[in-house]
Structures are given as C-alpha cells and as structure tokens.
C-alpha cells in the first residue's frame, strides 16, 4: 500500500513570496490533516478535512494561509505571503473512515516539505 | 482542552540499557494515547497506541507504554535500547473520538551511546 505522498520535499523563498505544498493521501483515506512542525516543537493542526469538507481550521492563519481539498482526494497548502516565522516542516496526514474499515484513530504522515523563508 | 507534556527534552541511553520517555497528558475526556517516532527528514511513524482497551499496549520495535489514568501518564519504555533508536520521540493524544484533532508534545529526543 503507497504511503502519503507529498511535494517538494523542500523549498527555499524569500518572505512574501507565495508557495504551495501538495498532498496525495493513502488511497481511501477520507480524513486528510496538514500540521505545521517548527523546529523543536511538535507539530500543529493547521487544518482538517473529511472527504471536501473542512473540519477543523481553528488553528490556521487565514489571513495568509489557505488549503483546499477540491474532489476529496489531494489537498493543496498555499502561504501567501510567507513570513520569516513560517520556516517548518508542513506534515500531511491521512486517516480511514470506519466505512472503509480499519482503524480510525490512527493517522498515517508523508515525509513532510520543509519550508526555509529567508 | 487536552494537552501533553513530555518530560526532557533530550535523553541519553547506553546501547543495551532501559529506555524510559515520560509523558503526562491532560485532557476532559477519555482519552486516546500515541506514540510516534521520527527518523530525521521522515515523517512521523507509529509506534504504539492506546485506545482504552488494554493498559499496557505494547508496539512495534520492542516498545511498550502503560496507560496509568490516576497518574495521567503514558510512558515509553523498552528493555534494551538499539543504536537505530535514535530519534525523535513525539507523544500525542486525541479526544477519542473518530477523527479528532491530535495535539503533540514538544517531543524528546533519544540518542543512544554505543
């Protein structure tokens, strides 16, 4: 089974340039997470989705983040613009749903983007 | 709210010796317990989970934690440590509800000395 894919792995640009991360999940995950991890913390919520949906945003900077996750299947994290403090590693997470069986509390990450804003 | 609080930052263990990672977690309703590990450049991987069946819920690599509700703790622990379990450890719980938000501790960071 293909893990959560996300890209590019890493991306350099200089504060108030915009950027996009992109995110494919397991195949059937209806839950996708993104989750910001600065360095020497654990990584944060920024945003969750069920199938299209959002379902929890309440720790995302809207006035300079947006996600999308248009047909339910891959999600796209823009920043724009960026600020020297969004340097991290943007974590993708998936989840099943209890109608497509196995467990639903277990989140599965991609490798992550680290972001450098200079 | 729920919250986590891992106990050192950093830890350093003999290869061979126990390995012991603290955790205390606070949260207003039953709680879900995780482990993740992090290789460095990976994303997170599971290592263990506690979903209130089982108190003592035993993982992948030889680790094993132990839910303790009176001292709202869920510890880390293997008998041996390995040179390949160097990494960053991350403690997380969920409100145990289909699909809740995870909220992550700062982390801890496992060198092992040869």
Same mark, same amino acid.
């Given at each position: +089974?293909?893990?959560?894919? *996300?890209?590019?792995? #890493?991306?350099?640009?200089?504060?108030?340039?915009?950027?996009?991360?992109?995110?494919?999940?397991?195949?059937?995950?209806?839950?996708?997470?993104?989750? *910001?991890?600065?360095? @020497?913390?654990?990584?944060?919520?920024?945003?969750?989705?069920?199938?299209?949906?959002? =379902?929890?945003?309440?720790?995302?900077?809207?006035?300079?983040?947006?996600? +999308?996750?248009?047909?339910?299947?891959?999600?796209?994290?823009?920043?724009?613009?960026?600020?020297? /403090?969004?340097?991290?590693?943007?974590?993708?997470?998936?989840?099943?749903?209890?109608?497509?069986?196995?467990?639903?509390?277990? *989140?599965?990450?991609?490798?992550?983007?680290?972001?450098?804003?200079? | 709210?729920?919250?986590?609080?891992?106990? @050192?930052?950093?830890?350093?263990?003999? +290869? @061979?010796?126990?390995?012991?990672?603290?955790?205390?977690?606070?949260?207003?309703?039953?709680? #879900?317990? &995780?482990? #993740?590990?992090?290789?460095?450049?990976?994303?997170?991987?599971?290592?263990?989970?506690?979903?209130?069946?089982?108190?003592? =819920?035993?993982?992948?690599?030889? &680790?094993?934690?132990?839910?303790?509700?009176? /001292?709202?703790?869920?510890?880390?622990?293997?008998?041996?440590?390995?040179?390949?379990?160097?990494? /960053? #450890?991350?403690?997380?719980?969920? /409100?145990? =509800? %289909?699909? %809740?938000?995870?909220?992550?501790?700062?982390?801890?960071?496992?060198?092992?000395?040869?």
């Amino acid at each position: +089974e293909a893990g959560v894919a *996300q890209s590019p792995r #890493y991306k350099i640009i200089e504060k108030r340039q915009s950027v996009a991360f992109w995110c494919n999940p397991i195949s059937g995950h209806a839950t996708l997470y993104w989750y *910001q991890q600065i360095l @020497g913390q654990g990584p944060k919520l920024l945003i969750q989705f069920q199938n299209n949906g959002v =379902v929890d945003d309440s720790q995302l900077p809207k006035d300079r983040f947006s996600a +999308e996750r248009l047909k339910g299947v891959d999600s796209t994290l823009k920043i724009q613009p960026a600020k020297l /403090e969004d340097s991290a590693v943007y974590l993708c997470a998936s989840s099943p749903t209890r109608l497509a069986g196995g467990s639903t509390d277990t *989140q599965y990450f991609g490798p992550g983007t680290r972001l450098t804003v200079l | 709210a729920q919250s986590v609080t891992q106990l @050192g930052s950093h830890v350093s263990v003999s +290869e @061979g010796a126990l390995v012991l990672l603290r955790c205390n977690y606070s949260s207003s309703v039953p709680p #879900y317990l &995780f482990w #993740y590990v992090q290789y460095p450049n990976q994303g997170l991987q599971l290592l263990l989970k506690y979903t209130s069946a089982a108190t003592l =819920v035993k993982g992948i690599n030889g &680790f094993e934690a132990e839910f303790k509700k009176s /001292e709202t703790s869920f510890h880390l622990t293997k008998p041996s440590a390995h040179m390949s379990d160097a990494a /960053e #450890y991350f403690c997380a719980v969920s /409100e145990g =509800v %289909s699909g %809740s938000r995870l909220t992550f501790g700062e982390g801890t960071q496992l060198t092992v000395n040869p």
